[in-house]
């Protein structure tokens, strides 16, 4: 019983972790792009492990099963919603950011292939 | 005047549909009756996506050898009859890119007109939503629909469909809601019906085939857990990143064809580069992938072809893996990349220098 609840603490645990470093990396990431990475992968796994957790609580094979659809739903939507936002953003002609411009406006550009 | 073939040349698309023979029937008959009194009819059938094995290929030879009997049975002296495969090396994404094909066809034979078989569909799609119309009058190209009777009788594929949709569904139904007594279990399975009914030329892309759908399913538990560990990995190099100090990332955006066929496997292509370690999909046309990648690490896998082999193996099993990765075939190339990816890249990189947002 407490090894199963260790379990269940852990693995929520870790679904905290991995969305927190979700949110520090919307936070933190320069551009629409890099922060749609955070969006899908970081919450992907946070939202898997919190799953895993409450699909061990009920522990029944009903709920698991429909934990594990919940999963799967995640795992497609999610890859999804961020290649809508950012195929939205390349349309609109959001520029990418990249190192350069992080040279303070010095040398923007230096096209030397 | 010149060649016979040349005045009155006729295209009829084949595609398995029941009202087949009729049409090519109906499209001999018009040649024999138009003037010159003679001319060809050109059987053409396109079946991309034969890259890996030669599976389905057997059932696209019988489909066109099939009407090139029932057009030999109904032609007379005067017309010949011309089958042909088009697009059989060629992925694609898009049925309007079947249509493009005839087009191709028509003006590279200098053709007639089209007659179209009115059931006509690529394969598992329903003809009401890709309009083949609206393409050949873009290109004006006469065509005419083949006035026969269409059945109200199912085909065999609408049926296997049919049967596919009406199980999935039910099963889905009864894993969510778990229902135990009989009136649920019937307007249950009334549902799944009337979903099978509705859809059963919407949710494919292509009638679903007992062998290889059992064999995609058996290497997809391959790859399901390949497909977990690899977004685990990526999660703690994610971290790694989100929370070192300086903030160590590069981005670069790539253009990036990948060599995988219809609309199923670009998905499961684009979806695992999403998920996977430090690539996104911005955005795709046709199995063409616009891919955003954070790190020169992720930039690395994908053009070694990590993610794309998984998927090939996926869909076309083991045979699928022996391909080169997109940057060795020169389908890759770089949209916006740093000064410092460029120089890290060196000359083989490509020849593209790194700019601005677009083109």
């Not at chain 2, 073939?5 to 549909?17: A, C, E, I, Q, R």
Request: charged letters at 20%; one cysteine or more; proline letters at 5%.
């Amino acid at each position: 019983m407490t090894l199963l609840t260790a379990t269940i603490v852990l693995f929520v645990a870790l679904g905290v972790f991995f969305t927190l470093v979700a949110a520090v990396g919307v936070l933190r990431l320069p551009d629409v792009y890099t922060r749609s990475h955070a969006a899908t992968k970081a919450d992907t796994l946070g939202a898997g492990f919190t799953i895993v957790a409450v699909g061990i609580y009920f522990g029944t094979t009903g709920e698991i099963l429909r934990t594990a659809l919940l999963l799967v739903f995640i795992y497609i939507t999610n890859p999804t919603a961020a290649h809508s936002i950012t195929r939205a953003a390349y349309s609109q002609d959001v520029e990418v950011w990249t190192t350069d411009k992080n040279d303070s406006a010095a040398e923007r550009g230096g096209d030397s292939p | 005047m010149g060649n016979v073939s040349d005045t009155n040349g006729v295209l009829v698309p084949v595609s398995p549909s029941p009202t087949l023979e009729e049409t090519v029937e109906y499209a001999v008959d018009a040649v024999e009756r138009g003037d010159g009194g003679g001319g060809a009819v050109h059987l053409v059938l396109t079946a991309p996506g034969h890259h890996v094995g030669d599976e389905g290929l057997d059932r696209d030879e019988t489909l066109l050898s099939t009407a090139e009997r029932y057009a030999t049975e109904a032609a007379g002296s005067g017309v010949s009859i011309r089958t042909s495969m088009l697009g059989t090396d060629e992925y694609f994404a898009d049925p309007v890119n079947h249509f493009e094909l005839l087009v191709d066809y028509v003006a590279e034979h200098d053709l007639d007109r089209v007659i179209i078989d009115p059931d006509y569909s690529v394969d598992a799609t329903a003809h009401v939503l890709q309009n083949m119309e609206t393409v050949l009058a873009e290109s004006n190209i006469r065509y005419e629909v083949a006035p026969v009777s269409r059945s109200w009788r199912p085909t065999g594929p609408e049926l296997i469909r049919g049967g596919v949709i009406a199980a999935m569904a039910f099963g889905f139904y009864v894993a969510l809601g778990g229902p135990t007594y009989p009136f649920a279990l019937w307007t249950g399975a009334v549902t799944a019906l009337i979903t099978a009914v509705l859809l059963r030329n919407v949710a494919f892309e292509r009638t679903p085939h007992v062998g290889s759908a059992l064999a995609t399913l058996g290497r997809g538990v391959v790859f399901v857990p390949y497909l977990l560990w690899e977004i685990a990995k990526a999660n703690v190099q994610f971290a790694y990143v989100v929370l070192h100090p300086s903030l160590p990332i590069d981005p670069c955006l790539d253009r990036v064809d990948a060599a995988v066929g219809d609309g199923l496997s670009v998905t499961a292509f684009a979806n695992s580069v999403t998920l996977t370690p430090g690539t996104l999909t911005v955005d795709t046309v046709g199995s063409e992938l616009l891919v955003h990648s954070l790190a020169p690490s992720a930039r690395k896998d994908l053009a070694e072809g990590l993610h794309e082999r998984a998927v090939r193996i996926l869909f076309y099993g083991r045979e699928g893996a022996d391909l080169p990765g997109p940057l060795a075939r020169g389908d890759m190339e770089p949209v916006v990349q740093s000064a410092d990816a460029v120089a890290g890249a060196g000359a083989s990189a490509g020849d593209e220098s790194g700019g601005e947002a677009d083109d």
